[in-house]
């Protein structure tokens, strides 16, 4: 009877449907539920692309590192087109080598590529190549007698003139060609050429220093070469009075030669 009593009640509160099978005792303790599972560790912050570590970019003891290891021009042409290291190679369309003989007993050295010679991949091409090849048949000479490179290989965005790191990184590259060159000795063409070969004596600026023989040490030769500088063709054709003391350095240049 009282089970039937206590039905009743419930049946009066509105308790008239059976959820489960059993009955739940919801007055006793709770049963010692299982442990939950252990909770992973969190996954690491996710880094922003901009802040991950990238891998570095070759430095000057690589570029070093790299053309002291070339024991040919066509090695040397090769590590250049596959060094990451100058940002210049990312702007630029190409390499710009060299250009003459192989082994040629002058080395003319100008500044960097322009339009011209970025599009041909040839140092020299554009006006102040003009004007190069003209000087150099005033002397007797052509480009087949000379090696022409630049002191630095890569086009500068809008030809503005290489920075002192650019000039820095690509000074390995130009001196080892020069070592593998070899050559009697070196005519530099403007101001950036002079201070990256004769870092001691081009603090005067290159309106003192032209028309001066000087002495350059390069890497991997025994001994240092002789060296004039001069301006660079492309003053020249911005400045004509300057031509006369250009010639006086052809001239200078042609003896020298005469009796090398
Ligand atoms: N000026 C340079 O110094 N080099 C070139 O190759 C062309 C213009």
Request: charged share 20%; with cysteine.
């Amino acid at each position: 009877m009282e089970m039937l009593e206590a039905l009743r009640l419930q049946w009066e509160w509105g308790a008239d449907e059976a959820l489960a099978d059993l009955p739940i005792d919801r007055l006793s303790p709770p049963a010692t539920r299982p442990a939950p599972p252990a909770e992973a560790p969190p996954p690491p912050p996710a880094v922003p692309p901009h802040h991950r570590a990238k891998p570095a970019l070759p430095g000057l003891a690589d570029a070093k590192h790299l053309a002291e290891s070339c024991q040919t021009l066509e090695d040397l042409a090769a590590a250049m087109r596959g060094f990451a290291g100058c940002a210049l190679s990312v702007t630029a369309t190409q390499l710009v080598f060299a250009d003459g003989a192989a082994d040629a007993r002058l080395v003319i050295v100008g500044e960097a590529p322009g339009a011209e010679e970025d599009r041909a991949g040839r140092p020299f091409v554009g006006p102040a190549g003009q004007l190069l090849d003209k000087m150099l048949a005033s002397i007797g000479l052509d480009r087949t007698l000379v090696r022409i490179v630049n002191t630095v290989p890569w086009r500068p965005p809008g030809n503005r003139a290489p920075t002192e790191s650019e000039v820095a990184l690509c000074l390995p590259f130009l001196h080892r060609q020069i070592a593998l060159i070899a050559p009697r000795g070196l005519f530099t063409l403007g101001a950036v050429a002079a201070k990256a070969l004769l870092p001691l004596e081009a603090t005067s600026g290159i309106r003192r220093l032209r028309g001066q023989w000087k002495q350059a040490e390069i890497t991997g030769l025994p001994a240092p070469l002789p060296c004039l500088p001069s301006y660079h063709p492309a003053y020249l054709l911005r400045t004509p009075a300057a031509k006369a003391e250009a010639w006086h350095d052809l001239l200078a240049l042609k003896n020298w030669l005469n009796d090398a």
